[in-house]
């Protein structure tokens, strides 16, 4: 993502109740009013035991072509599970968080 981006993240567990798809919608419609800054940054990983691996790959799938049908794909970024390190960095250098 761009230095200059003003960065949205969500940390947790990815699930389909969670919203995500409604939070890439609204940074599409924030892009479109002018906030061309904005970048979503989604932390953290889809397989858990409320949602099964094949299930969990899926509904990646699903928010990945999201992304496209909203025309953001290039503003988001998906890192799936991460380190502990990782995801603090990426937490304080976020401009907002998401939960």
């Given amino acids: 993502m761009p230095?200059?981006?003003?960065?949205v993240a969500f940390f947790g567990f990815v699930h389909p109740v969670k919203g995500l798809?409604?939070?890439?919608e609204a940074l599409a419609r924030l892009r479109g009013a002018g906030r061309d800054r904005l970048h979503l940054l989604i932390l953290g990983g889809f397989t858990s035991l409320a949602l099964p691996e094949q299930e969990a790959r899926a509904f990646r799938d699903e928010l990945v072509?999201?992304?496209r049908t909203c025309g953001v794909a290039r503003h988001v970024t998906i890192t799936?599970?991460?380190?502990?390190k990782e995801v603090s960095a990426a937490l304080h250098g976020a401009d907002?968080?998401?939960f």
Avoid: E, S
């Fill in 3 to 7: 230095a200059d981006a003003q960065v």
């Fill in 65 to 67: 072509a999201w992304t």
């Fill in 80 to 84: 799936g599970r991460l380190p502990a």
């Fill in 96 to 98: 907002l968080a998401a």
């Fill in 21 to 24: 798809r409604y939070l890439i």
